[in-house]
């Protein structure tokens, strides 16, 4: 017989992720202008008349990108970006992981250029165990390592959303 949650006491719903927001990393004559990040989702899970809470987070978004290398005998494109998962519980914000994505071409044949032009998929889950009361979580991107000559980068279509279940 299986164990149903509503006999139990078990609370479960899910939560939608509000105000998302692209990233479009700033170019620079064809290079990504360092040290950028952007918020790109957040949530908010009130768990404060839950016992036990567990929160499932699950995130998702499409990194797009056109990148060049015409010079030289060897030819690289390089995407490396960082994304945060962060809770803030009363002020305080916790990293509770970082997740990477990384693209990498090296071409060494004496080719005359290398142009990548990429849309892809990128997604997350994490299963967090807050304190009971009140949290956000926020889905941060940083850009790290970067070669080519960039067109465009960005991080679109963003959604973050969690499963939150206790006892209540």
């Given amino acids: 017989m299986a164990c149903n949650p509503s006999n139990t006491g078990h609370k479960i719903w899910l939560v939608n992720g509000f105000n998302p927001q692209d990233a479009c990393f700033i170019i620079d004559d064809g290079q990504v202008v360092q040290n950028q990040s952007f918020v790109l989702s957040r949530l908010m899970v009130n768990a404060g008349k839950l016992t036990n809470p567990v929160v499932r987070l699950d995130f998702t978004c499409i990194v797009f990108f056109e990148s060049e290398d015409e010079e030289g005998p060897e030819h690289e494109v390089e995407v490396d970006l960082l994304f945060k998962l962060i809770r803030v519980q009363e002020g305080n ?25 990429m849309s892809e998929s990128f997604a997350f889950s994490y299963t967090d165990r807050p304190c009971p009361r009140c949290s956000e979580y926020l889905v941060v991107v940083e850009g790290g390592d970067f070669e080519g000559e960039f067109d465009a980068l960005r991080v679109v279509s963003p959604h973050l959303s969690a499963i939150v279940q206790g006892i209540g």
């Fill in 93 to 117: 914000a916790e990293v509770l992981r970082t997740f990477r994505y990384l693209y990498e071409v090296d071409v060494e044949n004496g080719i005359g250029e290398l142009e990548v032009e």
